[in-house]
């Protein structure tokens, strides 16, 4: 079994900063593309951006320049560095992986944690 687990979210003013991680536990033998999504009241969940296992990063339009992605893979951590942050990035924040545990590929979903920002 694995598990995501998000951290790191809150509330903050305009113009505001948040780092978020996500923790991967659990019969891993290898974490390939990892990514964060987010998801607004009455919105489908969007793509905030991913990292592959190497380190290439991958953006939505909407929050390039401002947000990083980044991995530990010693530590089975992925983070998002969110600088500027607008009232619009309200929302709940997931972490994905692709999960190598033992022989089977998986995709996982942490539980999301919630991003509020006052303008």
């Known amino acids: 079994q694995v598990q995501l687990v998000e951290s790191g979210g809150g509330l903050v003013q305009a113009g505001g900063s948040l780092r978020l991680s996500c923790a991967a536990s659990?019969?891993?033998?290898?974490?390939?593309?990892m990514g964060w999504y987010r998801q607004a009241p009455g919105k489908q969940r969007e793509l905030v951006g991913s990292?592959?296992?190497?380190?290439?990063?991958n953006y939505a339009e909407s929050v390039k320049g401002r947000f990083t992605i980044s991995r530990d893979n010693t530590k089975n951590t992925l983070y998002l560095q969110m600088d500027s942050l607008k009232p619009e990035d309200t929302a709940v924040y997931y972490c994905?992986?692709?999960?190598?545990?033992?022989?089977?590929?998986?995709?996982?979903w942490g539980q999301g944690t919630q991003v509020t920002v006052s303008s």
């Open positions: 990292i592959t296992r190497t380190g290439n990063t």
């Open positions: 994905n992986a692709d999960v190598l545990a033992v022989l089977v590929v998986r995709n996982y």
């Open positions: 659990g019969r891993i033998v290898r974490i390939n593309d």
